[in-house]
């Protein structure tokens, strides 16, 4: 693996004090809980951070700044004559031309669903899944849209999947094959995995699985216009005409309000890979920065506030002091117990009237762990009551309180943690999502696909 290189802050003008001051900010506000922070300037690192159980070389589920990648496959298969973004899509599934016939469906470009405007009102994967019969590409075609294609941006997801469709058709490979030789290894990025959609090809919409790195490498190749280490991977001419406006949005939030373009959003500085809970990739060329950030928030433009408020100024001053940024290592919160103490004796737990989380069917408590069933099994190690206790793709952190033992279940290849209440009086369990997974999901399988 190769890495990126390292450098304190004053060594390229960066102010840690103003660091520090985005850290703090979002450790202190609402609806934000960061994982993990990276920040570069002139290509080197000069602030990370892991909020335990979070680690470094953890791949973490990026929900749609997979969508950033996506279209950097969709630039190499453009760039080598696979794909043409001015063909529609249909002409590369001519097995479905008899099924397709409305106008409007037929005359969808490439380009079109590489930039939400497939003409649809709006997000349409519900009604595509059942239209193509789990096809979601197929099933994007037989929806009439509502408006002329290339002129109505809306978000919807089966756009994107469209752009994995014909990539695969086109390479005889899944995204990730196709993007191993041309983007991967070229950036020392050796840990991925792409969540399938219903019929087995890799979403493109979401579901890819990165480090916190590995997304740094991927903005600094963007920054230098496709290049990586002085070897040109893609035009910059690419780069260029995939991130800028192609399309005006009316959003609600204040930085998605600046246009999309292929798969990603301009900001209000720069522009960006964006993902559900607080995933963020953040280019801002004015200051040959980039931000890449995982975490589990509701809040994900307070994020966005913060690093205009904070970290932008700091990546200009440079005024940073002569020594390292202190990167440390905080942890997340863990169950807030009442200092009681109870006895792990082997139980099976069964869903009490609290629980919110139906598809949980039994908790079975054993001596050092637990066993979680929603139809296949996962077990968590339980270590000292004191800290997080990392085994896997999961980390579990205990109390108790009032006779009941709280144990927080934290996914570490997702930003998504479970908090369960196991009451020993009646043998019954809570759980509750603290964010629940977008998609439906067994614990198991939250976790990057290998």
Not at 9 to 33: K, M, R, T, W, Y
Not at 128 to 143: N, P, Q, V, W
Request: charged content about 20%.
């Amino acid at each position: 693996m190769s890495d990126l290189p390292r450098s304190t802050p004053a060594e390229q003008g960066v102010d840690a004090g103003g660091i520090d001051a985005f850290v703090a900010a979002l450790e202190s506000a609402p609806g934000i809980e960061p994982h993990s922070l990276m920040v570069l300037r002139h290509g080197h690192v000069v602030a990370e951070r892991w909020w335990r159980p979070y680690r470094p070389g953890t791949p973490h589920l990026l929900y749609s700044v997979s969508k950033a990648v996506a279209s950097t496959a969709l630039g190499f298969a453009v760039t080598e004559g696979l794909v043409d973004l001015d063909a529609t899509v249909l002409s590369y599934f001519p097995e479905h031309d008899t099924r397709v016939t409305d106008p409007r469906s037929r005359s969808i470009l490439v380009r079109h669903v590489a930039s939400m405007t497939s003409g649809h009102a709006g997000e349409t994967v519900e009604q595509a899944f059942r239209a193509g019969e789990g096809d979601l590409t197929l099933g994007l075609l037989l929806l009439p849209p509502e408006r002329e294609p290339g002129t109505f941006f809306a978000y919807n997801q089966p756009c994107t999947n469209a752009l994995s469709a014909i990539i695969e058709r086109v390479s005889g490979a899944p995204m990730t094959e196709f993007l191993r030789p041309r983007l991967f290894e070229p950036l020392g990025i050796d840990q991925y995995g792409w969540w399938p959609d219903p019929i087995g090809r890799e979403q493109g919409f979401s579901g890819l699985h990165l480090t916190t790195e590995s997304v740094a490498k991927i903005g600094q190749f963007y920054l230098d216009g496709g290049s990586w280490r002085g070897r040109k991977l893609l035009p910059a001419e690419w780069i260029a005409e995939a991130t800028r406006r192609h399309v005006a949005t009316d959003m609600v939030n204040p930085d998605s309000r600046h246009g999309y373009g292929f798969k990603f959003w301009r900001s209000l500085h720069g522009y960006r890979g964006d993902g559900a809970f607080g995933q963020y990739l953040l280019v801002l060329p004015e200051a040959d920065a980039v931000v890449a950030i995982t975490s589990q928030s509701t809040d994900t433009q307070g994020i966005l506030d913060q690093a205009w408020t904070h970290l932008l100024p700091a990546l200009t001053a440079g005024t940073g002091p002569a020594g390292p940024w202190p990167a440390g290592s905080p942890e997340l919160a863990r169950p807030a117990g009442d200092g009681s103490t109870g006895e792990f004796t082997e139980a099976a737990y069964r869903p009490g009237p609290d629980n919110t989380v139906g598809t949980l069917r039994r908790v079975l408590l054993r001596p050092g762990g637990l066993v979680l069933d929603d139809g296949r099994e996962l077990t968590a190690e339980l270590g000292a009551p004191d800290s997080w206790t990392v085994a896997g793709p999961v980390a579990t952190a205990h109390a108790w309180s009032g006779g009941r033992l709280l144990v927080d279940v934290v996914f570490t290849e997702s930003p998504h943690r479970l908090h369960l209440a196991l009451d020993p009086a009646t043998g019954t369990f809570a759980a509750s999502w603290q964010t629940a997974p977008l998609a439906p999901i067994t614990l198991a399988a939250l976790r990057m696909p290998r």
